[in-house]
């Protein structure tokens, strides 16, 4: 494994992707997802609202490196609160 | 048709899931973690997310995106009026419709760096038919001299290579629609434009979608073709995205940048190729 | 009308083939000729480009390496990939339309992104320079497109016919062999040659995964032209020789393939 070049951020991050796929499978198995209308133009499930917000962050990200000097914990807050709006009323 | 609800159906999907998750899922999480370090040889440091910032700053590869889009728009502008044009024109059945479905399979089966070494050769002023041809005809060409010329010759490449795949995809499309539509279209004297438009087009959307997914992805990750025509050049002319990564991982090992540029590529790709999805499935549930 | 249908299609048609006919021609010529101006013919007609490839064995185990990869991929792709697509056309179940895009993404993400990675995970696992590896690695592409393709088939085959099957008293690997499968010939014969035409045009992957062994004869091609200035005449003869196989394989499905296009499904 050492020619993967595993870091602390890196390995947190990819244990935070599979704890949210993780609780995504329980919560399916405990109440399965009914598709909804909400202001995203398309009709989306848990799942299809999942990974738009997990998508869009990204870009949030890369925006926030590219165009300014900011710390992380900006987009990262940015992120955390448009995740929630999108869960919501996606 | 009904769906039936089953989770079983899993295991017919898990040796699929397994293999593919094999050569996808760890390498892109070692890209990942090229993207946060320095590394030479043994040692590495963290680093955070400079090498993003770099990348994303970078003049040079923000041209060869640029480029990039400029070539995937203008490959899907000309492949795929001229696809369904050729579809148009293709016999519908009988002996020389096999015959001409051969015909235009073959450039999909000619291996990518052949593609490149027949137009290396057939652009060619002195031993090609097509370089020789232009000079005659009082055209300066010369591929791997002038930036647009060597545009120009990838460009007609591509449409060479791989205009056959949107034809054969709107064959198959236009084989689907009943005859019953173009009797009606006949007795109500409808023009060929209209035919065209009101019942021929819309049978096409589904099969065009997957030749604009294909041809755009395909397009937007193009590498042996221009490397073996021109190299990239003449200076960066023809330097596309993968191409200019290749060069930074391989040719100059500079792992972490391209790991930042890497995960960047892939964002990109993800964000469009789900776009197309989306507007795949949902055109079909309508 | 229909004549101006033909004329058209003919340019387009003598547009495909020229370039074929300018290499094949090439291939017939020796390099003093090919240098010494332009003909449509070759004077002389010579074999020696081909010779020199049947000849030399870094030459010829290339064709059999990349011939052997290939054949790998097929049989392995086809395994996997027929239960998969039957199980999306025929269920639903927990996260099916997630994990398809998902399948697509990795037919849609360019390898050189995961070119160094690559290198290293299949070294690290003992696969660097096996045809296997080679195989493994373009599965990646070919997978997900091959249960694309096969799940538009096996959709247009009428749910009854499995309900019929199984109320007689198959099972269900005897009902996939026997009855399933032979349905959609035509499907399995679109998606084979699909399933070739992409892992016997990849170059990238196949170059970085191996080093002698399992050389894939385009990297021969490749190297031989940055070694010694360019040997025009042995570079189409290798031209053409890499496009015999794919003529091979369409000449086998030619009729699935006409048929599978004609059911307006690919």
């Known amino acids: 494994m050492e020619w993967m070049a595993w870091t602390t951020p890196s390995a947190l991050f990819f244990v935070g992707i599979g704890c949210i796929i993780l609780t995504m499978v329980c919560w399916e198995i405990v109440s ?48 955390i609160i448009w995740l929630f709006i999108v869960m919501k009323w996606g | 048709m ?62 060869s995106l640029v480029r990039q889009f400029v070539f995937s728009g203008s490959v899907l502008l000309i492949e795929v009026p001229l696809g369904i044009a050729v579809a148009l024109m293709m016999p519908k059945a009988g002996k020389w419709s096999v015959v001409t479905l051969l015909v235009l399979a073959l450039p999909l089966l000619v291996p990518l760096n052949v593609v ?27 591929y791997a001299a002038n930036p647009m010329d060597a545009w120009f010759t990838v460009l007609l490449m591509d449409v060479w290579h791989w205009t056959s795949l949107i034809a054969l995809l709107c064959y198959s499309g236009l084989r689907a629609i009943p005859d019953a539509y173009y009797q009606a279209a006949s007795i109500d004297r409808a023009s060929n434009w209209a035919v065209f438009r009101y019942i021929q087009l819309p049978k096409l959307k589904s099969v065009l979608l997957i ?35 290749t060069k930074m991982a391989v040719g100059q090992f500079d792992i972490g940048p391209a790991g930042a540029f890497s995960i960047i590529y892939f964002l990109i790709i993800l964000l469009v190729s789900w776009l197309f999805y989306t507007a795949m499935t949902h055109g079909d549930s309508k | 009308m229909n004549k101006k249908k033909t004329l058209g ?33 070759p004077d002389t007609f010579t074999f020696d480009n081909y010779m020199t490839i049947f000849t030399d064995p870094t030459w010829y185990t290339g064709y059999l390496n990349s011939i052997y990869y290939v054949a790998l991929n097929m049989i392995i792709t086809l395994t996997v990939a027929l239960p998969a697509a039957y199980a999306f056309s025929r269920y639903n179940f927990m996260g099916d339309k997630h994990l398809f895009f998902w399948l697509l993404t990795n037919r849609m993400s360019p390898p ?43 959709s247009g085959v009428p749910r009854e016919i499995d309900e019929t099957a199984y109320i007689d008293g198959y099972t269900f ?80 499905v030619r009729n699935h393939v006409a048929k599978g296009f004609a059911l307006g499904r690919v």
């Open chain 2, 116 to 142: 490149g070494t027949i137009w290396q050769i057939f652009g060619r002023a002195d031993i090609g038919l097509f370089g020789w041809g232009l000079n005659a005809l009082g055209m300066d060409y010369n």
């Open chain 2, 211 to 245: 030749g604009v997914l294909l041809r755009f992805m395909d397009s937007f990750m193009i590498y042996t073709e221009p490397f073996v025509l021109t190299g990239g050049g003449p200076g960066n002319s023809t330097t596309f995205l993968s191409q200019a990564l």
């Open chain 1, 32 to 79: 399965p997802t009914v598709a909804s209308k909400g202001f995203l133009p398309i009709i989306t499930t848990r799942g299809d609202r999942i990974f738009i917000s997990l998508l869009s962050a990204a870009f949030i990200h890369l925006g926030f490196i590219g165009l300014t000097m900011l710390p992380l914990s900006v987009p990262l807050t940015i992120a």
């Open chain 3, 9 to 41: 299609l003919s340019v387009y048609i003598i547009f495909l083939l020229l370039p074929i006919y300018w290499l094949l021609m090439m291939s017939f010529k020796s390099n003093s000729e090919i240098l010494g101006g332009l003909s449509f013919w």
């Open chain 2, 2 to 63: 009904k769906k039936t609800k089953s989770n079983k159906a899993w295991f017919l999907v898990l040796p699929v899931f397994i293999l593919v998750a094999f050569s996808a899922i760890v390498p892109l999480m070692t890209v990942v973690n090229y993207s946060i370090q320095d590394i030479f040889g043994a040692t590495r440091y963290f680093v955070g997310v400079e090498w993003y910032r770099e990348i994303l700053n970078n003049s040079r590869l923000q041209d």
């Open chain 3, 173 to 252: 690997p005897k009902f996939f062999a026997k009855i399933f499968l032979p349905l959609i010939r035509s499907g399995i014969g679109v998606t084979a040659f699909f399933i070739f035409m992409f892992s016997w045009v990849e170059l990238l992957l196949a170059r970085t995964l191996t080093s002698v062994d399992a050389k894939p004869i385009a990297a021969v091609m490749t190297r031989t032209v940055s070694a010694s200035g360019i040997d025009w005449g042995v570079l189409a003869a290798a031209g053409v020789l890499t496009i015999l196989p794919g003529v091979v394989v369409i000449w086998f």
């Open chain 3, 112 to 154: 050189a992104v995961f070119l160094l990675p690559f290198f290293q995970l299949y070294s690290s696992v003992g696969l660097f320079d096996t045809h296997i590896g080679v195989a493994l690695a373009h599965c990646l592409f070919n997978v997900p497109l091959a249960v694309w393709i096969l799940e538009g088939f096996m």
